[in-house]
């Protein structure tokens, strides 16, 4: 199923933690609404970038998100939340740095471990850019 010109339920769905565990991660009919608005970010993001961006994780149901020790409050179980880098640009540093500068609407936009974005979209869109390392949680500077 095509959730946007670029990104299809697959993609925002596949988990080989899912596959490896028997888990379940085929989304809700009430979910696949937050996917779509997700993907139509992502489009937003790779416009901006100007390079396909690659996705790590999306959607994740409670089960596997549990089994991977996932967040208990995470944007990933109802679709609003990816993990993607995007080689083709720069760094993930330089990724949130340029969305962080731009216009874009966003819930949240993460840095972790300086290995990926977490990025997320919701209704009510609080533009926050952090950073998560081992150190804990901060603003991006």
């Known amino acids: 199923m095509q ?3 670029h990104f299809t339920l697959a993609e925002l769905t596949v988990s080989q933690s899912a596959a490896r565990l028997g888990i379940d991660n085929n989304p809700p009919p009430e979910v696949i609404k937050n996917l779509e608005r997700t993907a139509l970010g992502l489009e ?6 100007g390079a396909p961006v690659l996705v790590s994780s999306g959607y994740r149901s409670p089960a596997l998100n549990k089994a ?18 995007c080689p083709g640009f720069g760094s993930p540093r330089q990724i949130v740095k340029t969305l962080d500068n731009s216009g ?3 819930d949240q936009c993460i840095l972790e471990f300086d290995r990926w974005v977490h990025l997320s979209f919701s209704d009510k869109p609080r533009r ?11 603003d991006f500077a």
Not at 128 to 138: F, K, N, P
């Open 3 to 5: 959730l946007s010109p």
């Open 44 to 49: 937003g993001v790779r416009m901006l970038l």
């Open 68 to 85: 991977i020790g996932g967040a208990k409050n995470s944007q990933h179980m109802t679709g609003q939340a990816v993990d993607f880098i």
């Open 104 to 106: 874009m609407q966003f």
């Open 128 to 138: 926050q850019a952090l950073i998560i390392d081992r150190t804990g949680t901060r």
